[in-house]
């Protein structure tokens, strides 16, 4: 099941949605001396594991520690009932390997011939069923069994007739039959070894929760098959096109596919951009019709990368998050990675929670589950694990006292062997939420923490630890107030400058057991001296058309990057740091002043920052001469009017600081039509009386149109009048 090859899927142009929604979120980051596997899956014990070539790692999604080895060499394995991981080589005389939670590995048993397993699953029997691709009595490939003790046997071989042959799927129905695929054939196979073809013209990745087979057809279209082998195309590579812009040129749908809780499809689409940069998106199906973007990845935007390097690897947890690793590199040994994942995309294929997961000490709650999948062929064996324990229907409920000692305890169901979600439980554990802002600071500069520690046996109290990992390891005591909220507002130093994983952390008391924040991460940089510390117009007083010069200077050996601009608080442009000699460095930017009334116009510059110097800013003010923006009021007396009583409409221009009174005439309108015009007095105010005669009862808008004179720009004013 873990063969996690590049995979896409697509359905009527006209019923998918394009914007992305949902994007990846980095859980930790790799350096180009280091690699993680190119795979992850999660397991019952809530831990992702993964497997290559330079070794399998094991990382918690929660507290998202550096990753520790463990021993999986590939991305082949699913997980038993006993817990245990079952795990395959690629090719050869392949040796399946157990290995226990705590890393203790032992060969089970090895495959005869040279064979390409492409997949094992464990049955209701009890017994784990395989295919591959060669091997067999006739060399076409075969099904295989094997038990736990590494008991193995042959149960059906491919002949290369009608039955097809290199069968690469494997899935158990609600019936209790297997099914698979071979290159283009769909088959079934009781786990007596009786087999019968279902379809002899398509190649099934995934059963949904409907029992339809979906895959791709000999065109390589993604299609579907019922039971009755009744095929139907959904999608050509071709349209997948008409999905997102992004994509041009030849686009390519491969498998296999995951279902989540509401039977939904989900695979990956490849191709490139226009600037021949490789893009991977992620698509949800629908499979009544339609779908949408779940994410993309372009190696011209994602860092000059994509997930897997050379290839996608991602799989679906039972909570509905995807888990993969992101490559910056090749894909090699040498490249940069994160390990991401793309929360919520997915409807849970495995729901399972507390009626009350924040309980005291043996006070009564309900565990339910719910598995809707059963036939997609992940779902059919399903154990709990943690503490509980058996093998699982697919949906029920237990109600129990919660234990009497303080703590946190887990309860997974892992399903398929492939997919797990947990459940937690809080027996008398507080929660502790942790605030800091901002997470992006200089060391020197001043940042707020906040953390709070509630519980439903009285506020907590005592002191909490506030834990710094990264580039240093260092710990800082916070005292809890009567709310059991710790706040300090405090400058940063003493600690090298690098990216930092935080957590609060409460040791408990004798009302609560211990329990920490989610991690929050932070990026503290190293500033010694660089701020940005000079900036100018030249000249400083322009007239629109006129050319002016904006020059900001930063000290710093180490500066580098960008300077943005900014006129009234909107860009008006970017210049590069260029170093003159010595310390300084100076971003310069010429633009013409276009047609804006004049005024003095606030300037900001903006250096972003790096590594080594935080973002800082400057101002500075130029005058542009020429008319000014001031504002026209216009009113009118009586209002409400009576006819055929006289209406004075009276308009008036302000008067700008140090400019003189304003001149000329107003022009006065009912509506759109032109009443007549008066010239502004002494004061900046011009009166017009309309008789209202002509008027019926109702609203009127009557409008002031300033023509400016040398001083001032065109200004017009409305007031509304009502006619009883």
Not at 519 to 536: H, M, Q, S
Not at 634 to 640: D, F, G, K, R
Request: hydrophobic share 35%; with cysteine.
């Amino acid at each position: 099941m873990h063969r996690h090859l590049r995979t896409s899927l697509f359905c009527i142009c006209c019923l998918f949605s394009a914007p992305i929604i949902r994007g990846q979120t980095s859980l930790y980051s790799v350096g180009g001396d280091e690699s993680t596997a190119p795979c992850f899956f999660q397991a019952s014990d809530g831990n992702l594991y993964g497997g290559s070539s330079y070794g399998g790692e094991k990382f918690n999604p929660i507290t998202l520690a550096a990753p520790s080895s463990f021993p999986l060499s590939s991305c082949n394995f699913i997980q038993g009932t006993d817990t245990n991981f079952y795990a395959w080589g690629s090719e050869g005389n392949i040796a399946i390997t157990k290995v226990t939670l705590a890393g203790q590995n032992a060969t089970l048993l090895t495959v005869p011939d040279s064979v390409y397993i492409g997949s094992i699953l464990q049955a209701t029997d009890g017994n784990f069923y395989g295919v591959a691709e060669s091997g067999g009595a006739y060399n076409y490939g075969m099904i295989f069994k094997f038990t736990s003790a590494g008991v193995y046997s042959v149960l059906y071989s491919f002949t290369d007739g009608p039955d097809g042959a290199g069968p690469i799927y494997l899935v158990q129905g609600t019936d209790g039959a297997l099914y698979g695929a071979t290159d283009f054939s769909i088959f079934r196979c009781t786990l007596a070894g009786q087999l019968s073809v279902v379809s002899s013209s398509f190649s099934a990745s995934v059963m949904g929760l409907n029992g339809i087979f979906y895959g791709l057809d000999s065109s390589d279209n993604f299609a579907s098959v019922n039971s009755a082998g009744v095929q139907t195309q959904l999608a050509s590579p071709a349209d997948i096109g008409n999905l997102t812009t992004d994509f041009v040129g030849t686009v390519y749908l491969e498998g296999p596919f995951y279902i989540d809780g509401d039977g939904n499809i989900y695979g990956q689409a490849t191709g490139s951009n226009s600037e021949n940069d490789s893009i991977e998106a992620l698509i949800e199906f629908y499979p009544t019709g339609g779908g949408q973007v779940v994410t993309l990845f372009d190696e011209g935007v994602n860092g000059g990368g994509y997930p897997g390097g050379n290839s996608a690897q991602y799989s679906l947890a039972g909570n509905g998050t995807f888990f993969g690793v992101y490559s910056y590199g090749d894909g090699d040994q040498s490249s940069d990675e994160e390990i991401y994942e793309i929360a919520g995309a997915a409807v849970p294929p495995i729901s399972i929670g507390f009626s009350a997961a924040q309980v005291t000490a043996g006070e009564t709650t309900t565990l339910s589950w719910h598995v809707p999948a059963e036939s997609s062929g992940t779902m059919n064996v399903c154990f709990a694990s943690g503490n509980w324990s058996g093998i699982m229907a697919g949906s029920g409920s237990i109600t129990a006292a919660a234990p009497t000692t303080p703590g946190t305890y887990l309860y997974a169901l892992t399903c398929g062997g492939t997919e797990t979600n947990v459940a937690y439980l809080y027996v008398a554990v507080p929660q502790v939420t942790l605030a800091i802002s901002p997470t992006t600071f200089a060391l020197g500069q001043p940042v707020t923490v906040t953390a709070t520690v509630t519980g439903n046996s009285g506020t907590p109290t005592g002191n909490l630890s506030l834990n710094l990992t990264g580039a240093s390891n260092v710990s800082y005591s916070l005292p809890l107030n009567s709310k059991g909220t710790a706040s300090v507002t405090t400058n940063v130093t003493g600690i090298p400058a690098g990216e930092y994983t935080v957590t609060a952390t409460y040791p408990g008391s004798a009302r609560y057991a211990s329990a920490a924040s989610t991690p929050i991460k932070l990026d503290i940089l190293a500033i010694r001296n660089g701020t940005l510390t000079f900036f100018n117009a030249t000249p400083t007083t322009v007239s629109p058309g006129q050319t002016v010069t904006l020059t900001a200077s930063l000290e710093g050996t180490a500066v580098a990057g960008n300077v943005a601009f900014f006129a009234e608080g909107q860009p008006i442009g970017t210049a590069t740091l260029s170093q003159l000699g010595g310390a300084n460095h100076t971003a310069t930017l010429a633009l013409v002043v276009p047609q804006v009334p004049g005024g003095n116009y606030l300037l900001i510059a903006t250096y972003e920052g790096n590594d080594e110097f935080a973002p800082s800013s400057n101002t500075a003010t130029v005058t542009v001469t020429g008319p000014l923006a001031n504002t026209l009021t216009l009113t009118a007396s009586p209002n409400p009017v009576t006819p055929p009583a006289s209406l004075t409409l009276t308009a008036t221009q302000a008067q700008a600081s140090g400019k003189p009174v304003p001149t000329g005439s107003v022009d006065f309108y009912l509506g759109s039509t032109f009443l007549g015009a008066s010239s502004l007095n002494g004061s900046g105010t011009a009166t017009f009386t309309y008789s209202t005669s002509g008027l019926a009862a109702g609203t009127d808008s009557f409008t002031a149109n300033y023509a400016g004179d040398a001083n001032y720009t065109n200004t017009t004013a409305s007031t509304t009048v009502t006619v009883n």
